[in-house]
């Protein structure tokens, strides 16, 4: 084991598709890590899902050992963050790790918004960063563009940046070069215990919780008994090692390395992410700067399609919330819908990749509802009540005011776009504060935008308006009072409680037009009439009629009176009449899923 002056622990942070897993294929390639006959693309890119969607999702620890020109032998841990905003949670873990980070900045897109969110998280805990201009071999790659930028927009010295192509293989030497050179040595390695930060966690059906940390001071060793400092709880260590990628174990953990520890622990809510561990028999009196309580942004219902699969999805939610922490859950029923889980995610990415995790890793079909976000009721009383689901909201007559949850926007876009962006701003009902001239070419926009307009097709618009060219981060902001409503969906008079949403009064109709005509294509005939209704209170803003599956009672009639028919037709109306006030509308399952598949486009 290396001292910690040959120690150096970094990150890689850009904006989502700017080279980040390519670039550490070159890393691992070139200080040998891992053999050129096993290399594969995206190879810390472990799930099917980030290989099939080319994005990182979850943070990939390894270390390597690199002899720098000086001669002397290096250990680089290196933790492959993601890009896109609804995993930020995931890159603030991985710098409070970390000394420095690599920032990368594509050559040919410039410094987009997620880049300069990135720079501001890595400033705030500290590290040194070194600014990578990547993808310099492109045919659109502009250097001293870029290179100005991220001057003038991140503050950092553009001389500074080192420029390199993960794909080509350019500039890697020198990449390694700075990391040894100009990134510190682990920091807090003299503090009189040991302290450990866990940064993330997985679990595995033989060995029960593997706690992924990174060591600031001491030691551990199989056979230690550890002290987990903000749950008050004890366990044992059964193994320790390093990623490189893969598992291997070592006999101790020293200070400044990263590693694993598998531990005795078999309950997986008794690890917490961002906790310090220590030594039992001599604890630490501080614990590390982990990492706020992340907050949930968007609320969904998970529900199993075979009711049968509640506890099987109930300890898949388990194990998944253990790798990953921002992830919250908590038992609910509908009517409609059975028995499931109302669960809190960063955004809709986050809540589209949870839903793929359970299908695939733990093999349990599912449907989610509508995604909605956490209002604040004020009532007549003056009691304040949170709100995540539209079912809780108290009766109408008992609300004073509803609050709903803002976000601070920071959009990118070329100037060219500045018109198309700015109504679609205000069609989301939101405000642009102020704009920024980056340069000849690209105008930065800050906007206050609620949180409930922009979950689920304001990105995909963006980037259809800016022809790709635009990005956006965002950071949640206030909650401020709007003129909200419970829409109602009543199916033959009874509210669907699956279908039920709070909406700004001015989108009710329109939003509720949309469903019903949805509804009407989709559920099946009767043989009554069905009314489809969306309604305010007891108000009906919309209205679609299923029409009854109808018997030719006159089939029989040939010639006679018209009179025999009449009668015929009136008894078969009566009958259709007394079956509408006993009859009761089931929804088939297949119809929930598709009406929640297609509620986005309603929206």
């Known amino acids: 084991m290396p001292d910690l002056a040959h120690i150096r622990n970094f990150c890689i942070i850009a904006h989502v598709d700017h080279g980040k897993t390519t670039l550490s294929d070159r890393l691992l390639e070139t200080t040998r890590t891992v053999a050129q006959r096993e290399m594969t693309a995206q190879h810390l890119d472990a799930m099917d899902l980030e290989r099939e969607r080319g994005i990182t999702i979850k943070c990939h620890p390894v270390a390597m050992q690199y002899r720098a020109k000086n001669g002397e032998m290096y250990l680089l841990n290196l933790i492959d963050t993601p890009g896109h905003v609804d995993f930020s949670y995931e890159v603030s873990r991985s710098l409070a790790a970390c000394e420095g980070a690599l920032l990368l900045v594509d050559a040919s897109q410039g410094v987009e918004a997620q880049t300069v969110a990135n720079a501001q998280l890595a400033l705030g805990q500290n590290l040194t960063i070194i600014p990578v201009i990547n993808k310099v071999d492109m045919p659109s790659a502009r250097v001293e563009h870029s290179r100005k930028q991220i001057e003038d927009v991140l503050q950092i010295p553009g001389d500074e940046a080192i420029l390199a192509s993960g794909k080509a293989g350019i500039g890697i ?48 060793k199989a056979g230690d008994e550890i002290f987990l400092m903000s749950q008050g709880t004890r366990a044992q260590i059964k193994e320790v090692g390093q990623f490189e990628p893969g598992p291997r174990v070592v006999k101790s953990l020293e200070a400044g390395c990263t590693g694993y520890l598998v531990t005795n622990i078999k309950a997986v809510h ?43 999805l109930k300890v898949s939610l388990s194990k998944l919330q253990l790798n990953d922490a921002a992830l919250v859950y908590t038992p609910e029923s509908s009517a409609a819908l059975g028995f499931g889980f109302r669960a809190g995610f960063l955004g809709l990415l986050h809540m589209e990749i949870v839903q793929e995790r359970i299908r695939r890793e ?18 007549s009383n003056g009691e304040v009540v949170e709100i995540d689901n539209p079912v809780q909201l108290p009766d109408p007559s008992t609300i004073l005011t509803i609050a709903e949850p803002t976000i601070r926007a920071t959009i990118l876009t070329p100037n060219a776009c500045i018109g198309d962006l700015l109504a679609l701003i205000a069609e989301k009902r939101g405000l642009c504060d102020k704009t920024e001239t980056l340069d000849e070419e690209r105008i930065l926009l800050h906007a206050k935008l609620p949180l409930n307009e922009i979950l689920v097709d304001f990105n ?38 699956a279908f ?45 009629t299923v029409s009854a599956l109808r018997k030719d009672v006159t089939a029989k009639c040939y010639g006679g009176d018209i009179t025999r028919k009449r009668k015929l037709l ?19 399952q297949d119809a929930f899923v598709k009406i929640l598949h297609t509620n986005a486009s309603a929206k």
């Open 173 to 220: 030497d020198d990449i390694l070069e700075a990391i040894v050179h100009r990134l510190p040595p682990p920091r807090w390695a003299d503090y009189p215990a040991t302290r450990a930060l866990v940064f993330d966690s997985a679990y595995d059906s033989y060995q029960g919780v593997i706690c992924y940390v990174r060591m600031f001071s001491g030691s551990f």
């Open 270 to 312: 008794e690890v917490k992410t961002g906790d310090t561990l220590t030594q039992n028999f001599e604890r630490a009196k501080d614990a590390l700067p982990g990492y706020k309580e992340v907050r949930p942004m968007v609320f969904s219902g998970l529900y199993p399609l075979d009711t049968g699969d509640h506890e099987k």
């Open 362 to 379: 733990y093999d349990v079909d599912i449907i989610s509802t509508y995604p909605s976000v956490v209002y604040k009721v004020m009532k």
């Open 460 to 497: 995909d618009r963006l980037k259809s308006i800016t022809r790709g060219y635009g990005s956006m981060d965002y950071e949640v902001g206030e909650y401020e009072v709007a003129d909200l409503v419970k829409l109602d969906i009543m199916v033959n008079t009874d509210p669907v409680d």
């Open 500 to 544: 039920a949403s709070i909406v700004h009064r001015t989108k009710a109709e329109g939003r509720g037009r949309a469903l019903c005509e949805k509804l009407k294509e989709i559920l099946p005939q009767q043989l009554f009439k069905v009314a489809i209704q969306a309604a305010i209170g007891g108000k009906v803003v919309a209205r679609e």
């Open 570 to 588: 009136e008894k078969q109306k009566e009958g259709k009449k007394r079956m509408k006030q006993i009859g009761k509308v089931e929804i088939p």
